[in-house]
Nanobody, 126 residues
Framework: QLQLVESGGGLVQPGGSLRLSCAAS????????IGWFRQAPGKEREGLSC???????NYVDSVKGRFAISRDNAKNTVYLQMNSLKPEDTAVYYC????????????????????WGQGTQVTVSS
């Protein structure tokens, strides 16, 4: 059973950077798509970015140019580098897996991701 564990959150000043990690265990396939999501208080969960096992990436417009997703297959870890952080980036950040991914060329940030991690809090404040 796939398990995902997020880490790397914390308190950062506006304009600062953080790198989140999503450590995976229990892959049952050579193919995977992992996505990063966030949920701010009182708001719906928002998909941010995803990456496939072969390195294809996808981003929502609101984070393009500021966030970068990457993966280290040897470490079974997916990263989210977040730069130029803003107070509105404050949220709990989660990673999750696409249960329908079977090696497609691109990943899609849809609502059916599963194997959610416990989340890591990111607070952007001066």
């Amino acid at each position: 059973q796939l398990q995902l564990v997020e880490s790397g959150g914390g308190l950062v000043q506006p304009g600062g950077s953080l790198r989140l990690s999503c450590a995976a265990s229990g892959f049952t396939s050579d193919y995977y798509a992992i996505g990063w999501f966030r949920q701010a208080p009182g708001k719906e969960r928002e998909g941010l970015s995803c990456i496939t096992s072969h390195g294809s990436t996808n981003y929502v417009d609101s984070v393009k140019g500021r966030f970068a997703i990457s993966r280290d297959n040897a470490k079974n870890t997916v990263y989210l580098q977040m730069n130029s952080l803003k107070p509105e980036d404050t949220a709990v950040y989660y990673c999750a897996a696409d249960p329908f991914f079977t090696g497609q060329a691109m990943c899609v940030l849809h609502s059916e991701y599963d194997s959610w991690g416990q989340g890591t809090q990111v607070t952007v404040s001066s």
